[in-house]
């Protein structure tokens, strides 16, 4: 499903379940030693994803374990991104020569938690999602809203080693499955993107979201 949001050269691979238990390296094992049965399965299950993933990128399964801020440490030469949320994991790679960065992010298709899209969302965006609501009913625009910003986020912090708050994006959803992210003026230090261009799908329940700023396209050559 998700590599319906993704363009060519970016890999991908997904699952709906936890339902055999995906084998771990022993770095990653114990890493997850004493967490919940939940969260060491979620973490198996998106590593198994990772590793056919760069699979298909031709390189050999290794353990990825989280780095700075939590960002998984890819090999080199490699950009990814992984999500996971209930009855959805996924995890995507690319040619770093290729993408400069990534980041992809599912939720469950609800509304948001009362109060939280007044914490993560501008006057505008919220605007723009009455009317987009009126347009095309039926999509859970703040959630889908919430999921942009994760996949920004999850697209720079890897390449810029920088905090993004909620309300330094001002995120543009187009009905047709497309969506912009401007970061504000005092976000982006010199030489890194300000401007980012994702992908967007609601399917079974899920909303998925995509970031890819590929090399050499208009707006894909940072961060
Ligand atoms: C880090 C964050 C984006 C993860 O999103 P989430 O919806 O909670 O969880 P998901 O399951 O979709 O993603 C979790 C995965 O994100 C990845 N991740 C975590 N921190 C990351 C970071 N700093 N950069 C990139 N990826 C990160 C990890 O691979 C993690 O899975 P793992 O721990 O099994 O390796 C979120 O918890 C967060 O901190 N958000 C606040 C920052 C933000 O989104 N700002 C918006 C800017 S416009």
Redesign the pocket.
């Known amino acids: 499903m998700i590599e319906e949001i993704l363009p060519p050269g970016v890999r991908s691979a997904e699952a709906f379940d936890d339902l055999a238990p995906a084998p771990l390296f022993p770095e990653e094992a114990a890493l997850m030693a004493g967490r919940r049965q939940r969260r060491r399965a979620q973490?198996a299950t998106?590593r198994a994803c990772a590793r056919r993933s760069l699979a298909e990128l031709g390189l050999p399964p290794a353990p990825l374990l989280?780095g700075a801020?939590?960002?998984?440490q890819w090999p080199d030469g490699v950009v990814g991104?992984?999500?996971?949320?209930d009855g959805y994991r996924a995890a995507v790679t690319a040619r770093a020569t290729e993408v400069a960065a990534l980041g992809i992010?599912?939720e469950p298709a609800g509304p948001l938690p009362r109060g939280v899209l007044g914490l993560i969302s501008s006057a505008t965006e919220r605007a723009s999602l009455e009317r987009l609501g009126a347009e095309k009913p039926g999509v859970c625009w703040d959630r889908l809203l919430f999921s942009a910003?994760?996949s920004?986020?999850?697209a720079w912090?890897?390449a810029t080693g920088r905090w993004?708050?909620?309300t330094?994006?001002e995120v543009r959803l187009a009905p047709a499955g497309t969506f912009t992210a401007s970061l504000r003026p005092a976000t982006a230090p010199p030489g890194t993107a300000s401007r980012f261009e994702g992908r967007w799908l609601s399917r079974q329940d899920l909303v998925l979201t995509s970031v890819v700023a590929v090399r050499g396209a208009p707006s894909g050559g940072g961060p």
């Open positions: 973490f998106a989280p801020g939590g960002a998984p991104s992984i999500t996971h949320c992010d599912a910003k994760e920004v986020y999850k912090f890897p993004l708050g909620f330094d994006a």
